[in-house]
């Protein structure tokens, strides 16, 4: 531990110094989570809809209303003609066509069944699956009603509802739990905790030793008898400091400005962060005795980060990442630390619930640490 | 040197070390005694710093051996760190802090309590001049000054050997005085210096000198003593020295002439060392009419040593 009491000392003088550390560390990490804690939202609506209604009756405007109805599907244009048609899907100015035949209202009349073409942009495989199934779901509802009216005038239906109408045999209730308003923030906003705190805390340390290493001063160091332990977690110790005041307030920020409530225990939430935060910082070590140049830092630190925000399930959940590549979301601590976060403020999750992800996030953290120890030395090339 | 005590503070033997297939230190030997002004000199890249960090313990010798203060480099160097300073080549000091604070940083890597850093910080400012400049950020010092604080914190902890890697490159010449009378201060008072160099006159201040060519050293010992090398006045040959107006124009009809066997241009003068054969009124008879010359028999500078020595070696690796 020789030499630990100087370098830290040291490390706070260059923070204060460095007043665009502070900048970063503190004032960076509120300003990304207030933006992106707003902008990121994965809830689709209002899909841009044309409607062609060659049959124009009663029958097909009450399925174009019941199209309308939904908030996913917008109908922003109304075409003439089929060649309009056509040009308002090709320019993509509508993701979403709905072409009503001239024989709808005839065919229903009849009592045969009528056909509802609905086109489909699959450029975006999301907004598409959510328009094909929201468009399916206009078609069954209307179907439905149209055989219950013809279920009421039977003697025996084939359900009853509570005041003696005929009804759906099945009724599903579901109820959201957790976050019932489905607002994406709720999901968003403890994740992004993680995310942020990661990228502050792996670029100040990798960046703190790299940039002893290019101006030489790290070799001064090493011709002294300072320890290697005293060394690292002099470094360490300061940015951990940094980084934990950094979560008090970016927790702060989630909870007044975006309404996020911390429905579990705030102690283990903080304890729990600060053992992520030493992976963090571990892997800006490990970073460091790779990197010459703090150029090479910031191209390693890329090569982590996008991992990190990929298949940690920040926003993809990892239940569908393909089991071959599912491993690496193993070895990311960040992996552990949002199901930590998500489970503590969303679930009010305790020790027992989270304890595999306590696990795997300390066993992280060890192997981290050992490797950027082992690998660290007092030797030039 | 009998207030010293006796007995070598370095001992180099048979030291190598490869970058992968390029030999940059190969078969180095030699010893510095205590209190000794060792000058390490020889061209850019022919493995001046390696063999330094070598000495300093913070690159692993690929063979050899070496010991530094009687503990060896690749077993003990961190018995060696505590007992030496180092000066780098370029400034290595953080840039962001003031002059106190990096004397404060070394004075406490180096385990010094507060009472002795602050006494060791008022001897080293009036060593080094440094007192006025304390709070000073140390980035905004000059290039001499710099090097003073470097010097100031390679001493915080009165190391017994120091080394400086080109402690005088990109400094004026009154800096470079200055800092080479400190360093006779230090030698004095029984600190052993390794200072490596590109200046003729720095090495000739030195108690001794080795000269690195491509990895090997060609020669070593005090100065004087290698002018004496056969090796570089061979023997049926004479140095003159040649002072002349337009000494430049006569330089390449000296070079052509018969039995002049190297001519160097040294402003008005021109330093020839030529077969004994050719006589010094031949040389005057070769110049173009007219022109004034004065010319006689001198012994060789140590830039002519370390040219002719590094000629020899060169011409003896291309056969």
Known sequence: ????????????????????????????????????????????EHISTVVLDLDGREQSRRLIEAFANTRTLRITQTAASDAEFDRAMSSGRAK??????????????????????????????????????TANMVGMNQSLREIRQSEDRRSAPTARGDTGQSALPIEIRGRMLYNPDLLSARFFVPALVGIILQNVTIFLTSFSIVREREHGTLEQLFVTPVSRAGLMLGKLAPYTIMGFLETLIILLVMVFVFGVPIQGNLILLLGLSLLFLLAALGLGLLISTAAQTQLQAIQITFIILLPSILLSGFVFPRETIPPAIAWISYVIPVTYFLEILRGIILRGADVRDLLPHIVGLSACCVIILSLSILRFRKQLA | MSEHPAGDAIVVDRLRRAFGKLLAVDDVSFRVPRAAIFGFLGPNGSGKSTVIRMLCGVLRPSGGSATVIGHDVARESEQIKEHIGYMSQRFSLYADLTVAENLDFYGRIYGLSRQRIAERKV????????EDRANQISGTLSGGWKQRLALACAMIHEPDVLFLDEPTAGIDPVARRDLWDLLFVLSGRGVTLFVTTHYMDEAERCTQVGYIYLGRLIAEGHPDDLKQLPAVTPPGTVRYELECRGAAEVLQQLKTLDGVRDATLFGE???????????????????????????????????????????????????
């Open chain 2, 123 to 130: 001897e080293l400012f009036r060593l080094t001049g440094l």
């Open chain 1, 96 to 133: 979403v066509g709905v072409r009503i035949p001239p024989d709808y209202s005839e065919r229903r009349l009849r009592g045969e069944q009528a056909h509802v073409q609905v086109l489909i942009d699959g450029s975006n495989s999301n907004v598409a699956t959510v328009a094909l199934s």
């Open chain 2, 269 to 319: 003068r021109i330093h020839l060392l030529a077969t004994a054969e050719l006589s010094s009124s031949a040389i005057l008879a070769a110049l173009p009419e007219r022109r004034e010359a004065e010319i006689r028999p001198m012994g060789p500078s140590l830039e002519d040593v370390f040219v002719t020595l590094s000629r020899a070696e060169a011409a003896r690796r291309q056969a």
């Open chain 1, 1 to 44: 531990m020789r030499g630990f009491g100087a370098i830290f000392l040291k490390e706070l003088t260059h923070v204060r110094r460095e007043r665009s550390t502070l900048l970063f560390a503190f004032l960076i990490p509120v300003l990304q989570l207030s933006i992106f804690g707003y902008a990121i939202d994965i809830k689709i």
